[in-house]
Structure formats: C-alpha cells, structure tokens
T-cell receptor, first 110, second 120 residues
C-alpha cells in the first residue's frame, strides 16, 4: 500500500519555466511534509518542508502548496534552471519516520 | 564536520556471502536510519534506531540486521546476500524528535553519500 503517491515520474521543463510536482497522501496522522532533492551519485538533501497548519511556504524559487482537505501537496520551482535537474522526493512524517514518494526525475533544458 | 559517512562506497557480493555496511555521523544525532533505494521505488526504510543500544524494524527489514553499539555508528548487516538485495543503501541521521532550540529544520534527516551494492 503506497502511502505517499507522487507524480509525474519524470518531467522535462525549459529553462525559465515552472516545474510542478504533486504528491497525495491518505493518512491524516502525517504531521510534517518535506521535499528532498537528490543529484546523481549523491544522497538526498532536504530542500523545503511544511507543516499541515500552513497552506504555503516559499523559499527563494521553491514553493510548497499544501491542501489539507484534499490531502495533497505540491512543489513549484519557479524560473527553473539546468542546475535544478535532479530527482525530487516528497515525504510525509509519522511517529518520527519519513514515508517517501517514488520520486520525480526533473530535467531542465537550456 | 564530515556529517554522515558510509563505508564502503561500492561492493559486489556473491549470493550467500555476508557483509556489514558502516554508517558514522559526527553531529551527535539521536536517530539513525538505513534506507534502500531502488529504481522507481523511492526510499524505503529498512531499520532505524532511536538511540544507542536500540533498534527497530522499518518497512522492509527482512534479510537485514542492524546494531547501534555507539551513538555515532549504525551498522547494517546482510547475513546471506541475495540478488534481491542489489540496491543503493543510504544511511541518515536526525536530531531528537522532540528537541527544540536547535539549529536546522526539525526532523531533518541528513543523508550519507550511499553504498552501491550488487549481489550476483
């Protein structure tokens, strides 16, 4: 049973465009929703995170939108750059442990 | 600070062989985790530890054992490797869940660089 569903699996965006990655969850006990960024050959690193009592969080070009009633959250990357090309994982925390989505491979074309 | 380090970086095993993966962290974190990453599957939790001398099962624990004899180290063991255990293994650590007043995002897990294991 997949607790955190992430889409799309892969995404190609032109430089300067907006990248949008979506995640959905079922368990209302989740209380923290981070996004991790992973470059090839490296471990994932925290990019941005949000709590369920906030509808939006912005850090530079990265924004999380959170819809508690729909049990969905998304990552928006504004003005996407080739350096943003990586795999992105959404996650949800319950009882201290993270449940990860399957990942989205983002390619930003110059 | 080195953060989270993993040893070895690469390893090839034959079916039935055993090995131990070592994870070390120098951030004085209470929590440590072992994940495996497979194409199209995301990161799946194998085992975790909430403190020295304690371990618990995650989502996919079968075929693996762990030990946390020292706070800074978390070992993952494969007693009899199988081809299904071919994967990239990541270790992570985080501060105490209920801790406050510490720098960094709460609950942030810091990942090591990974160990690529192939079982033939």
């Amino acid at each position: 049973q997949q607790q955190v569903k992430q889409s799309p699996q892969s995404l190609i965006v032109q430089k300067g465009g907006i990248s949008i990655i979506n995640c959905a969850y079922e368990n209302t006990a989740f209380d923290y929703f981070p996004w991790y960024q992973q470059f090839p050959g490296k471990g994932p690193a925290l990019l941005i995170a949000i709590r369920p009592d906030v509808s939006e969080k912005k850090e530079g070009r990265f924004t999380i939108s959170f819809n508690k009633s729909a049990k969905q959250f998304s990552l928006h990357i504004m003005d996407s750059q080739p350096g943003d090309s990586a795999t992105y994982f959404c996650a949800a925390k319950r009882q201290g442990n993270l449940i990860f989505g399957k990942g989205t491979k983002l390619s930003v074309k110059p | 600070n080195a953060g989270v380090t993993q040893t070895p970086k690469f390893r090839v095993l034959k079916t039935g062989q055993s090995m131990t993966l070592l994870c070390a962290q120098d951030m004085n974190h209470e929590y440590m985790y072992w994940y495996r990453q497979d194409p199209g599957m995301g990161l799946r939790l194998i085992h975790y530890s909430v403190g020295e001398g304690t371990t618990a099962k995650g989502e996919v624990p079968d075929g693996y054992n762990v030990s946390r004899l020292k706070k800074q180290n978390f070992l993952l063991g494969l007693e009899s490797a199988a081809p299904s255990q071919t994967s990239v293994y990541f270790c992570a650590s985080s501060q105490r869940r209920s801790g406050g007043g510490l720098a960094g995002a709460p609950y942030e897990q810091y990942f090591g660089p990974g160990t690529r294991l192939t079982v033939t």
